[in-house]
């Protein structure tokens, strides 16, 4: 059954409560992604996969979560203020 906006909007309140000064990013990114997924009643194992590989534009290799089978990569980067 979909989840209704208010119910996708208590989830994302909860999402951000919890995940709120998390800095530890090597050790919880797949946690992240997984409970960013959950937001919106999505298992992400059914959208996305991780570490992907990808090439970068200055030629090294690099590693992306990777969205809806090439339509999107997403990079994870720890934001600290």
């Given at each position: 059954?979909?989840?209704?906006?208010?119910?996708?909007?208590?989830?994302?309140?909860?999402?951000?409560?919890?995940?709120?000064?998390?800095?530890?990013?090597?050790?919880?990114?797949?946690?992240?992604?997984?409970?960013?997924?959950?937001?919106?009643?999505?298992?992400?194992?059914?959208?996305a996969t991780f570490e992907e590989?990808?090439?970068?534009?200055?030629?090294?290799?690099?590693f992306h979560v990777r969205l809806?089978?090439?339509?999107?990569?997403?990079?994870?980067?720890?934001?600290?203020?």
């Open positions: 059954m979909p989840l209704s906006w208010n119910g996708i909007r208590h989830r994302a309140i909860a999402f951000g409560k919890e995940w709120t000064g998390e800095t530890r990013e090597a050790a919880e990114r797949q946690s992240f992604w997984n409970d960013f997924f959950n937001v919106f009643g999505v298992r992400r194992r059914t959208v590989p990808v090439k970068k534009l200055s030629g090294d290799w690099g809806a089978r090439r339509v999107v990569c997403l990079g994870h980067v720890t934001m600290i203020y």
